[in-house]
């Protein structure tokens, strides 16, 4: 979404609130796909501040759908942004404008969202703390039943000596 800022940034001291809809249903980063659930609004407030300077408060709550690394199972995740940031358009050294959150007049409110949201994903996702995980024989849930598989691992280490045993294993 594109918020033209060509009236805030004539008017000295000109302040406007907008209540933007986060659009993409999906947020994609390093060949991960993230769904995003419950459409998030955005609250934005936009200030002239000076000349070509601008003040952002940015207020949202993103619920994205990630994947419990052990189980497989849906997580709902929510990260709340919130940020309070000015911005001299006149600075090229800006982070914002390297970033290049604002073209021309036009803010691009999801493109802020996105790199905001996307460092605050953990890097370990669990559905609990004590998530058992999936049975490596079976492929069964651990957390719904327990398989009664053989979990146990054997030592590498000793995998020639129990080759010796089981040649010489009595039929």
Not at 99 to 127: A, H, Q, W, Y
Request: net charge negative; charged share 30%; hydrophobic share 35%.
């Amino acid at each position: 979404m594109l918020i033209n800022l060509s009236k805030i940034l004539s008017v000295p001291s000109h302040k406007e609130d907008f209540s933007v809809p986060f659009e993409s249903d999906a947020i994609s980063f390093m060949g991960s796909s993230y769904l995003v659930k419950d459409d998030p609004v955005i609250q934005l407030t936009v200030e002239n501040i000076g000349k070509n300077q601008l003040h952002f408060v940015v207020q949202a709550d993103i619920t994205l759908v990630l994947t419990c690394d052990r189980c497989l199972e849906e997580v709902l995740w929510t990260c709340p942004i919130r940020l309070d940031k000015e911005f001299d358009k006149s600075d090229r050294d800006d982070e914002w404008n390297q970033e290049s959150f604002i073209e021309g007049n036009n803010l691009d409110v999801e493109r802020l969202i996105c790199t905001e949201l996307l460092p605050k994903i953990p890097m370990k996702i669990l559905c609990k703390n004590d998530c058992k995980g999936i049975c490596p024989v079976c492929g069964t849930n651990r957390n719904k039943k327990d398989c009664g598989c053989d979990q146990s691992v054997p030592d590498p280490r000793m995998a020639a000596i129990q080759d010796i045993f089981n040649n010489f294993k009595e039929v």
